[in-house]
């Protein structure tokens, strides 16, 4: 087995035991599709960053997620998702919750696929329909 298929069959243990790391989300494209099966991937949302050295906040929040290529295609996304802009049609959602709070929407504000590894990260924004 190639190091590239172990490091792939890695991710789906790290990035999808719901038991460890896997985080469950929902993830909907432009046109209204939704796989309709629990996914799992690595979420993040995260009050406010701040300068290791200067102490000070530089931003006021940043929401991530990262799944599996794999994962998308095996449960009917014919696409992956892509980086919008404001004024572009409608986004990529995706929705999740916190360990305390209830289930928020996002959008996908920038997407930064790695077909090396065959994930996709994706910087997210608070979103309302």
Known sequence: M???TQAELDLATVLEASSDFGHPFTLTDPAGFS????????TGDIGQLIDPETGQAVTGRHAALTV???SL????????PVSV?????????????????AAQKYKVKQAWPDKTLG???MVLELWTD
């Open 35 to 42: 796989s309709g099966v629990q996914l799992y991937g690595a």
């Open 2 to 4: 190639s190091l590239r």
């Open 68 to 70: 599996r290529m794999a």
């Open 85 to 101: 802009a404001d004024a572009a049609g409608l986004p990529w959602v995706v929705e999740f919750a916190g360990v305390s709070t």
């Open 73 to 80: 295609t095996a449960n009917g996304y014919s696409s992956f």
């Open 119 to 121: 994930i996709i990260t």
